[in-house]
């Protein structure tokens, strides 16, 4: 078994000008959302509180109020450094980065730079292995299997087979100026968190991470966007409640359509082009998801789309990642 192939050109650019021809309206969503700043600044704020009251506290509790706080805090982190990454928070492309730096600091683990250049990737090339980091590797997929035991595993330790990715896009460049300074905040806030607050503090902040990309309802986001549950449809939305604290991220159809459409406003371009958002498949809970796609032995990390087309143009190899 492997990954599903198309030999069709990722599904977004067409509907995109289908809707702008049924709904010219469309086009006054389009910008920006300064806002999202004083949402990072403030979700900042409330994980490094969180850090200093638990640095004394024994691990279950941090465990507990990572898993039932830290983990959403940090994946609206994470949206908020997806904002940043499409340049909807300011007009300047510098002061999206320093944001997205600000945002990464709870992270431990410096991703916002790198995300930037990855995901654009993503969203120009979706499907294509040697350019879209969204995609697990072959050897992923068969290392992970289709039990409930894998997958679960998975979704645990889904940051570390993330880290791996960026070894199959050569193409892609991964260290800038911007990657260094990513590096050097993140260094040094995790330096003076572990001098000043200590090691419990620290794994607050790491078990947050985890959780907010692993093995938790907010998890399934990962198998929400693209994995095939109702094939060939490769994009998916989620509309459920958890939307009100991940800032709209469910909506991942509209969002690949346009994606100069800042969180708050992806709603409104629903309601406006219902009967091109209405037909897709779409998902109300995450939890459900989650359950499905641990237990659900047809759904595997082989539930992909990937092409051979390169905006029309055929890739070598492209159907033989990491040399399958």
């Given at each position: 078994?492997?990954?599903?192939?198309s030999?069709?050109?990722?599904?977004?650019?067409?509907?995109?000008?289908?809707?702008?021809?049924?709904?010219?309206?469309?086009?006054?969503?389009?910008?920006?959302?300064?806002?999202?700043?004083?949402?990072?600044?403030?979700?900042?704020?409330?994980?490094?509180?969180l850090?200093?009251?638990?640095?004394?506290?024994?691990?279950?509790?941090?465990?507990?109020?990572a898993?039932g706080?830290?983990?959403?805090?940090?994946?609206?982190?994470?949206?908020?450094?997806?904002?940043?990454?499409?340049?909807?928070i300011?007009?300047?492309?510098?002061?999206?980065?320093l944001?997205?730096?600000?945002?990464?600091?709870?992270?431990?683990?410096?991703?916002?730079?790198?995300?930037?250049?990855?995901?654009?990737?993503?969203?120009?090339?979706?499907?294509?292995?040697?350019?879209?980091?969204?995609?697990?590797?072959?050897?992923e997929?068969?290392?992970?299997?289709?039990?409930?035991?894998?997958?679960?595993?998975?979704?645990?330790?889904?940051?570390?087979?993330?880290?791996?990715?960026p070894t199959r896009?050569?193409?892609?460049?991964?260290?800038?100026?911007?990657?260094?300074?990513n590096?050097?905040?993140?260094?040094?806030?995790?330096?003076?968190?572990?001098?000043?607050?200590?090691?419990?503090?620290?794994?607050?902040?790491?078990?947050?991470?985890?959780?907010?990309?692993?093995?938790?309802?907010?998890?399934?986001?990962?198998?929400?966007?693209?994995?095939?549950?109702?094939?060939p449809?490769?994009?998916?939305?989620?509309?459920?409640?958890?939307?009100?604290?991940?800032?709209?991220?469910?909506?991942?159809?509209?969002?690949?359509d346009?994606?100069s459409?800042?969180?708050?406003?992806?709603?409104?371009?629903?309601?406006?082009?219902?009967?091109?958002?209405?037909?897709?498949?779409?998902?109300?809970?995450?939890?459900?998801?989650?359950?499905?796609?641990?237990?659900?032995?047809?759904?595997?990390?082989?539930?992909?789309?990937?092409?051979?087309?390169?905006?029309?143009?055929?890739?070598?190899?492209?159907?033989?990642?990491?040399?399958?």
């Amino acid at each position: 078994m492997g990954f599903t192939v198309s030999s069709q050109p990722e599904p977004h650019k067409a509907r995109t000008q289908a809707i702008l021809l049924a709904h010219p309206a469309v086009r006054g969503l389009i910008g920006r959302n300064p806002w999202s700043a004083l949402v990072v600044v403030l979700t900042v704020a409330l994980q490094l509180l969180l850090a200093w009251r638990l640095r004394s506290a024994p691990w279950w509790m941090i465990a507990l109020t990572a898993y039932g706080i830290g983990a959403f805090a940090n994946h609206a982190l994470y949206v908020m450094i997806h904002e940043a990454t499409h340049n909807l928070i300011f007009a300047a492309r510098a002061a999206n980065q320093l944001t997205a730096l600000v945002a990464d600091i709870p992270n431990v683990v410096p991703a916002a730079i790198s995300f930037r250049s990855y995901h654009l990737r993503h969203h120009a090339f979706q499907g294509v292995p040697e350019l879209d980091a969204d995609l697990p590797h072959a050897w992923e997929a068969r290392l992970i299997g289709h039990g409930a035991l894998g997958k679960s595993l998975w979704l645990l330790f889904f940051p570390i087979f993330q880290v791996t990715r960026p070894t199959r896009l050569r193409e892609i460049r991964f260290l800038t100026p911007w990657t260094l300074a990513n590096w050097a905040v993140l260094v040094i806030s995790n330096g003076a968190i572990l001098w000043w607050w200590g090691p419990a503090a620290l794994g607050y902040l790491l078990l947050s991470l985890f959780f907010s990309v692993g093995l938790h309802p907010l998890g399934a986001r990962w198998i929400q966007e693209h994995y095939l549950t109702a094939s060939p449809q490769e994009t998916y939305s989620y509309y459920g409640p958890a939307n009100l604290v991940a800032f709209n991220v469910g909506y991942h159809n509209e969002h690949h359509d346009f994606p100069s459409i800042p969180w708050n406003r992806l709603p409104q371009l629903t309601a406006l082009a219902p009967e091109f958002y209405r037909p897709l498949a779409s998902y109300r809970s995450w939890t459900g998801l989650l359950l499905r796609w641990i237990f659900d032995r047809e759904l595997s990390l082989f539930s992909r789309m990937i092409r051979q087309q390169r905006n029309g143009r055929t890739v070598a190899g492209a159907l033989h990642a990491d040399g399958d």
